[in-house]
């Protein structure tokens, strides 16, 4: 009997593991099937200067690479709103790249894609911090690893965004200033 309770256990994880899945992608298929402009509508403002300056600071380190504290960082980002909407604004890029793909399906694929995998590591990194402010959250203390997910988030989702606009700049310099503009 002690052996069935396994079994119950791996087939819960499996149904939740697929109902998961299941709800991942009614919600593709939902924003794909949405106009151009009403995914632009969608897309939640950030603050970019804060955004691209911890961006710049990871991805091109400047000489005194502590110059940015760990509080600095988490206000620069838009704390824990700013990076709910970079997640969110991360699966919008990602189907304005697919929209792409009926200008320049070569390009747009490959733009795509790399895409895909800058938002894998935005995501992977928001879940590390709310994950690792769980146990912290009484002692209002950040977590040691807090600052460098702050980072890559940050810098992942300047990535995601500059190909993007990159992206549309090649494939369709019409739709380009309106995708600038709210992006």
Same mark, same amino acid.
């Given at each position: 009997?002690?052996?069935?309770?396994?079994?119950?256990?791996?087939?819960?994880?499996?149904?939740?593991?697929?109902?998961?899945?299941?709800?991942?992608?009614?919600?593709?298929?939902?924003?794909?099937?949405?106009?151009?402009?009403?995914?632009?509508?969608?897309?939640?403002?950030?603050?970019?200067?804060?955004?691209?300056?911890?961006?710049?600071?990871?991805?091109?380190?400047?000489?005194?690479?502590?110059?940015?504290?760990?509080?600095?960082?988490?206000?620069?980002?838009?704390?824990?709103?700013?990076?709910?909407?970079?997640?969110?604004n991360a699966d919008l890029m990602l189907v304005l790249a697919a929209?792409?793909?009926?200008?320049?399906?070569? %390009? !747009?694929?490959?733009?795509?894609?790399? #895409? &895909?995998?800058?938002? =894998?590591? /935005?995501?992977? *990194?928001?879940?590390?911090?709310?994950?690792?402010?769980?146990?912290?959250?009484?002692?209002?203390?950040?977590?040691?690893?807090?600052?460098?997910?702050?980072? %890559? !988030?940050?810098?992942?989702?300047?990535? #995601? &965004?500059?190909?993007? =606009?990159? /992206?549309?700049? *090649?494939?369709?310099?019409?739709?380009?200033?309106?995708?600038?503009?709210?992006?």
């Amino acid at each position: 009997m002690p052996h069935m309770v396994t079994y119950y256990a791996l087939a819960a994880a499996l149904i939740g593991l697929l109902i998961g899945a299941l709800y991942a992608q009614r919600r593709t298929v939902r924003l794909s099937d949405r106009a151009w402009d009403d995914i632009l509508d969608r897309i939640q403002r950030i603050d970019r200067m804060g955004l691209a300056t911890v961006a710049v600071d990871y991805l091109n380190p400047p000489q005194h690479q502590t110059a940015i504290q760990p509080r600095d960082l988490w206000k620069l980002v838009g704390a824990y709103d700013g990076l709910r909407r970079m997640r969110a604004n991360a699966d919008l890029m990602l189907v304005l790249a697919a929209h792409a793909a009926d200008w320049n399906f070569e %390009e !747009a694929t490959i733009v795509g894609e790399r #895409m &895909r995998r800058d938002a =894998l590591r /935005l995501r992977r *990194a928001v879940w590390k911090i709310e994950v690792g402010f769980l146990p912290l959250t009484m002692l209002r203390q950040f977590y040691i690893g807090t600052p460098f997910q702050i980072q %890559e !988030a940050a810098a992942a989702y300047y990535l #995601m &965004r500059q190909r993007l =606009l990159a /992206l549309y700049a *090649a494939t369709h310099a019409g739709r380009y200033p309106a995708l600038a503009a709210v992006l």
